[in-house]
């Protein structure tokens, strides 16, 4: 059982690095640039708003979708791997990763900082967190 509980915790962690990695590649590392000035967004959900406006409701579903989508599998991962790790441990850790990616697109210009990004992604870790327990709670 020990060896069994092991290899899966082994696996999780694989899959949790292939994760960060794909993550880290198409946030921050990914081939094209924005404009050299960097580009801070601290209103809450007012590109949102401009995007809806610009291109409709499904452009807006899919970044918002997308940026909690992206998150969900932190926020599971973390917690099946370190059992004892707590969501008020996980959640802030979703947190702090959106900031390294939404600073490293700002330092990196591929990409700007948005507030809308940390707290989707944040909502994406949460509900990554939920999803863990309900499945936790399942399997018992």
């Known amino acids: 059982m020990l060896k069994n509980k092991r290899n899966k915790q082994a ?3 694989i899959l949790l690095t292939v994760y960060l ?3 880290f590649r198409i946030t921050v590392f990914r081939s094209h640039s924005y404009p050299t000035e960097m580009s801070v967004n601290l209103s809450l959900f007012t590109d949102l708003v401009a995007t809806y406006h610009e291109n409709g409701i499904w452009m807006v579903l899919y970044l918002v979708v997308g940026n909690i989508v992206w ?3 932190f926020g599971f991962m973390l917690p099946a791997i370190w059992q004892n790790l707590k969501s008020y441990h996980t959640i802030p850790l979703g947190f702090l990763l959106s900031l390294v990616i ?3 697109q700002l ?3 591929k990409g700007m900082f948005e507030i809308d990004d940390l707290v989707l992604n944040t909502l994406g870790t949460a509900l990554g967190c939920l999803i ?3 499945y936790r709670d ?3």
């Open 107 to 109: 330092a990196l210009h």
């Open 102 to 104: 939404e600073t490293g």
């Open 71 to 73: 998150f969900v599998p």
């Open 132 to 134: 863990y327990k309900i």
């Open 11 to 13: 696996l999780l962690i």
């Open 138 to 140: 399942f399997r018992k």
């Open 21 to 23: 990695l794909i993550l």
